[in-house]
């Protein structure tokens, strides 16, 4: 791990000025939208339709990397383009140059002699060149699929591919793998174009249902469909719409069938290796593919291999794509603990890239995982605060509740339900239920859960509602209710077995939070049945860091039985796995809180008062890592208020002790330390 962070401070691409394109050796093709000289306005569709469908047909080859649709609709956008009649020098260079093109392609529709024929000219990015001109010919019946295929043959020719790189490409008929209905693909164009521009989901679904209604058999409709249930947290859905796609596999390309069939291998850790396999196999074929790329290192960040997520995210530095990546290499730098690297990740990003709501809350959110709290405001401020998803709410919230303002931050979760994006509106209910936790009201944030357990019903969010009891759980342990926790086990094993990739991270923090239940009720046996299955369940998983997990129950197992010692060794071993401080995603709990209350605690009991202070204190210097475990904080008060009272010095007593009280004024009534913090307050105050 030592050589990895050492080599990743050498490793600067973002200092660079000039942005390099990406060193496969393969011609970056950009294929802008195509002029109608027909005098048919009737196929003035044919002007966005037949370069995406040619976008498509070429996407195939394994020797030319086209610039995605989606990126060239944006770019055009963005340069005022989109209904430009004609292209000058100057918009081809200005359009090469955003989407980082080596080469680009204009074409005309035209209609000699009542025959429909396109004609295309190819011209080198750098100098604007003329490369060569091809003209198809077609006939009096609109043959739009046929065309697009005879100009892909003579588009690779002009590009300089050899007949061996043309004989052995990957070449399936456009009319085999798109839908042969002109409106169905429009659907499917501007679904693309609502999710990936607009962020609006709902509309994206609508158009992609209109699309198969249209074409029952499209089968990338159905692949895409599955990636918004997906991403929404719709785990049946999402399953079900992949099997459906490798239905129909004959009518997807090669490079979609692997992405399918890595998707269906994602649904569970288990088979997480053939997911991987499978990438590696449009990788092969397609090495600078973004969402193979940027998907390995997804899945990777959540199994906690951040190295793997910074090599598949890292090969993207640079390139004008979609911000996903940048985030999840910022994220695995901050969780490395490498924050400088995230900032400098995220600030290239919106300096050369392009304005994002999304990244702004992202980068205010690396600010203040290292306690930059004043960068973190800037960062929001600045945020255009026009996304309907309404992102800067998640970093706002988050913000003011580690400045311990928990009004202002249910003021903006509340706001946050309103966002448009299911999973922002879970995260709402998520984060209701740890603002109150954080002030001792344990009662009321089970009402929040409940409300978020509803909501994941009512839309089918296994994994969300499975998330949503695996915290009620630790409500009630913490709250001094264990036996309402283990009342609550079986029903939250049951939904964490429907939440598709995360059940085994689920399953682990299940049984972590099943055996801390059993302590507290006194169950010490059962309590180590539980942790010999834990560590059994961990070792057949993937995610190797999770025995910290065990190493943790283990822990409090030794506390119990008087074994001091041992039970520092191994909450030390269980702190050094814990990640950094970083915006974590659901299932991944920012769980340094616990261990470091663990061994301050330990500490505090073997008499040695200094290293109990400096791990307490250590609690309350975290910033996201308090998000999950604001009780731990508040409580860090208390107990650092009696281990000043046992050193003698009252002053500092009576601040910490004033201070967990502050924080816990609105607690549920008869909790066992607000009693005994105001009995001592009082009495050091001579009352």
């Not at 093709?29 to 370069?51: H, M």
Request: aromatic residues 12%.
């Amino acid at each position: 791990m030592l050589a990895i962070v050492a080599g990743l401070f050498i490793w600067r691409p973002w200092i660079q000025k000039t942005i390099p394109v990406i060193g496969s050796g393969r011609p970056y093709l950009a294929i802008v939208y195509f002029r109608n000289i027909s005098g048919d306005s009737g196929i003035d569709n044919w002007k966005t339709i037949f370069p995406e469908l040619l976008m498509d047909d070429l996407g195939q080859s394994r020797h030319v990397h086209v610039i995605e649709p989606i990126k060239i609709y944006s770019t055009l956008q963005d340069l005022d383009l989109l209904e430009s009649e004609n292209y000058s020098e100057s918009d081809l260079r200005k359009i090469c140059e955003e989407v980082q093109a080596s080469h680009v392609l204009t074409g005309r529709i035209l209609k000699p002699e009542n025959n429909y024929n396109v004609d295309v000219t190819l011209y080198r990015a750098d100098t604007l060149e003329q490369m060569g001109s091809e003209e198809v010919e077609g006939g009096p019946e609109i043959e739009i699929h046929t065309l697009v295929d005879r100009l892909t043959l003579e588009i690779k020719n002009l590009l300089g591919l050899t007949e061996t790189q043309i004989a052995d490409d990957i070449d399936l008929g456009i009319g085999d793998i798109r839908p042969k209905s002109e409106e169905a693909y429009e659907f499917y164009a501007r679904a693309i174009r609502a999710a990936d521009i607009d962020r609006d989901y709902k509309q994206s679904n609508d158009l992609l249902k209109k699309a198969l209604e249209l074409e029952p058999d499209f089968g990338s409709a159905m692949i895409s469909l599955s990636i918004f249930h997906s991403n929404t947290g719709m785990v049946r859905e999402a399953k079900d719409w992949i099997e459906k796609a490798l239905e129909y596999q004959g009518k997807i390309s090669v490079k979609e069938l692997n992405f399918a069939q890595a998707t269906l291998n994602e649904f569970s850790e288990k088979t997480i290796d053939e997911a991987f396999r499978y990438y590696k196999e449009i990788l092969r074929d397609y090495p600078d593919n973004v969402f193979a790329n940027a998907n390995s290192g997804f899945r990777h960040f959540f199994l906690e291999a951040y190295d793997e997520t910074i090599k598949y995210n890292g090969n993207f530095f640079g390139r004008k794509i979609t911000p996903i990546p940048y985030k999840f290499l910022a994220q695995a730098y901050c969780a490395m603990g490498l924050y400088e690297k995230a900032v400098e990740c995220l600030n290239f990003f919106l300096e050369n890239i392009e304005e994002s709501e999304f990244v702004r809350s992202r980068l205010a959110l690396a600010y203040l995982s290292q306690g930059d709290y004043n960068s973190a405001l800037l960062e929001i401020e600045k945020s255009p605060k026009l996304d309907p998803n309404l992102d800067h709410l998640y970093a706002t919230g988050r913000l003011i509740y580690c400045r311990d303002d928990f009004q202002g931050a249910e003021k903006a979760f509340e706001e946050l339900k309103k966002s448009q994006h299911l999973w922002l509106q879970y995260t709402a209910f998520l984060s209701l239920h740890n603002t109150m936790l954080a002030q001792g009201r344990y009662e009321e944030a089970r009402v929040h859960l409940r409300d978020g357990i509803a909501f994941a019903e009512k839309y089918g969010l296994d994994d969300f509602g499975a998330e949503l009891y695996l915290v009620l759980l630790y409500n009630y342990i913490k709250a001094g209710q264990p036996e309402e926790a283990i009342n609550a086990f079986d029903v939250s094993w049951e939904i964490a077995h429907n939440a598709g990739f995360f059940t085994e991270a689920l399953k682990r923090r299940l049984m972590h939070l099943s055996g801390m239940a059993m302590l507290e009720i006194g169950d010490l046996e059962e309590a180590q049945t539980i942790s010999t299955s834990l560590k059994d369940f961990i070792d057949s998983g993937k995610n190797k860091k999770a025995i910290r997990l065990f190493y943790h129950l283990s822990g409090l197992i030794e506390e119990r039985n008087g074994n001091l010692e041992k039970a520092l060794e191994l909450f030390s071993d269980a702190l050094e796995l814990a990640p950094y401080e970083h915006d974590s995603e659901v299932y991944l709990r920012l769980d340094r809180a616990p261990y470091l209350e663990s061994l301050g605690r330990t500490y505090f009991k073997m008499g040695e008062l200094e290293k109990a202070i400096e791990h307490f204190e250590k609690i309350q210097s975290l910033t996201l890592g308090r998000l999950d475990y604001g009780d731990i904080c508040a409580k860090s008060y208390y107990t650092l208020g009696k281990i000043c009272e046992q050193k003698g010095w009252e002053g500092k007593a009576i601040e910490n002790y004033e201070k967990f009280l502050s924080l816990w004024k609105d607690a549920d009534p008869g909790l066992p330390e607000v009693e005994d913090a105001k009995e001592r307050l009082a009495g050091l105050r001579g009352e």
